[in-house]
């Protein structure tokens, strides 16, 4: 996966626990911002609580061919993603009039289903939208099918058995298909570098303008793609401001620590709370 450089290492840590009110600073911060750029990472990213759920779990127990599984996770992603999905439409309705652009490192594709514009998303993790080669022959990528997700289904409630699934291949070297994620053996990330390159013509635009960052969630898995780059922007514009909000990795850099908050909540009730005040 291509990632951003990262500022060089910073060694002051910066604590802070969050203050009174310091939701109500952050949306007041967005309606004013020219532009504002959110950052979402693992935390929120509901495929790890699918690993954890028990439906999950004895559903897939007994499932002998393991290219099925990945359906399963889908499924299951799309049953679990209607609550977090009506949290992002808080969000997006705070956004509604902002200049603004999303990276998320989420693979549920939740946020694409909350109503942003999607040309100012980009998700570098991929996802369960689309399949590859698993062998990557070409860059191309394939629709799912609706009527293996219908078998899926079926198999799931015992009208079928993994006899009745046909694993689907590419149609141009014949080795299967797989989901178009950073999962994937060799991943094709031309699922997401168009994306990435209007992301990257985006951030010129923020050279030296009023900018909120709002980081969420994101942790140390992919720290070049969100982490890091977040704390350069803030580090290099002096009219920028990083609030970051994390269970664990709230602490923020010493060198941006007048403009840089960390705010130590559960990213989901976090969101909750700032989608209220609209």
């Keep these: 996966m291509q990632e951003p450089e990262g500022i060089p290492a910073l060694i002051t840590i910066y604590f802070n626990q969050g203050e009174l009110g310091m939701t109500e600073r952050i949306r007041k911060r967005m309606d004013e911002a020219d532009l504002v750029l959110i950052g979402l990472g693992e935390e929120l990213d509901i495929t790890k609580l699918v690993q954890e759920d028990p439906w999950y779990q004895a559903k897939i127990q007994n499932i002998i061919n393991s290219w099925i599984i990945p359906y399963v996770e889908k499924l299951r992603i799309g049953q679990i993603a209607k609550d977090r999905c009506s949290i992002y439409m808080q969000l997006c309705s705070m956004l509604e009039h902002k200049n603004y652009f999303i990276v998320s490192i989420c693979q549920d594709g939740a946020i694409k289903d909350a109503g942003f514009d999607e040309s100012r998303i980009v998700e570098p993790c991929g996802g369960y939208e689309k399949l590859q080669c698993s062998e990557k ?3 191309k990528l394939h629709e799912v099918s609706s009527k293996l997700q219908n078998q899926i289904r079926d198999f799931l409630d015992g009208k079928l058995t993994e006899a009745d699934l046909e694993e689907p291949c590419c149609p141009d070297c014949g080795k299967p298909l797989v989901f178009n994620n950073i999962n994937a053996a060799h991943y094709a990330e031309e699922g997401y570098l168009n994306q990435w390159m209007r992301y990257k013509k985006w951030l ?31 580090f290099y514009n002096q009219k ?18 007048e403009r840089g908050f960390g705010i130590c909540r559960e990213p989901e009730e976090f969101l909750k709370e700032l989608s209220n005040g609209i």
């Design 204 to 234: 010129q635009g923020t050279v030296n303008k009023n900018v909120c960052l709002l980081e969420i969630g994101v942790g140390m898995k992919y720290p070049t793609v969100i982490r890091w780059p977040f704390e350069k922007i803030t």
């Design 137 to 139: 022959c070409s860059g």
């Design 240 to 257: 920028a401001e990083l609030f970051r909000v994390h269970s664990k990795l709230y602490q923020m850099a010493g060198e941006i620590k």
